[in-house]
């Protein structure tokens, strides 16, 4: 089964740019999708098809996807960035949709 | 606006059955795939299953092929997941999810519900 890989934890600094990885075997052939989720909260799509953000999203976050890498960025970070934020990909050969393993933002 | 709302969660021993709801409204139910992800206390997101806008297509992770089964109902505007056999390591918060037109991620969630699987 197609495995996402991402650090445990970030930390930064308000004010400053937080960047999430999400490491999988060819990953940038494939759309890669990101979800914030706050404690006792439901997640929320931040940014889908590698780089796209749905309406309501700050162009705070940004996204790219090449090689085994996908990078989520978030610029100028805040206090209210701090969460859990997960990477997610569709697998064409099992039709099974997987998510990473979760990283969690710290805000200094 | 799109509201999604999960029911049906509580304590249930193992080896027993349950049956999730989730309610769906503020959009057209029957043009849109659905999923169900869940979330072990302190864990990561799972996906456990999909079902396709027409019902042509069901899929299911691993971990609950063979035990679950998701289905909808279009009059009712709601989407279910009928578990079987359930085991301790199904206890989670379960959460429903709209799959968008484009099929690109998950686009709405609703705000799950607590399955818990003890004797």
């Known amino acids: 089964s197609y495995v996402l890989t991402q650090p445990p934890s970030v930390s930064v600094a308000p004010g400053q740019t937080a960047k999430i990885t999400c490491e999988g075997n060819n990953i940038g052939s494939k759309s890669v999708h990101w979800y914030q989720q706050k404690p006792g909260q439901a997640p929320v799509l931040v940014v889908y098809n590698n780089r796209d953000r749905p309406s309501g999203i700050p162009e705070r976050f940004s996204g790219s996807n090449s090689g085994n890498t996908a990078t989520l960025t978030i610029s100028r970070v805040e206090a209210g960035d701090e969460a859990d934020y997960y990477c997610q990909v569709w697998d064409s050969n099992t039709d099974h949709y997987v998510f990473g393993t979760g990283t969690k933002v710290t805000v200094l | 606006q799109v509201q999604l709302v999960e029911s049906g969660g509580g304590v249930v021993q193992p080896g027993r059955s349950l049956r999730l709801s989730c309610a769906a409204s503020?959009?057209?139910?029957?043009?849109?795939?659905m999923h169900w992800v869940r979330q072990a206390p302190g864990k990561g997101l799972e996906w456990v299953a999909i079902?396709?806008?027409?019902?042509?297509?069901?899929f299911y992770g691993d971990s609950v092929k063979g035990r679950f089964t998701i289905s909808r109902d279009k009059s009712k505007n709601t989407l279910y997941l009928q578990m079987n056999s359930l085991r301790a390591e199904d206890t989670a918060v379960y959460y429903c999810a709209r799959r968008p037109s484009s099929g690109a991620g998950f686009d709405y969630w609703g705000q799950g519900t607590l399955v818990t699987v003890s004797s």
């Open positions: 503020g959009f057209t139910f029957s043009n849109y795939g």
């Open positions: 079902i396709w806008f027409d019902e042509s297509r069901k």
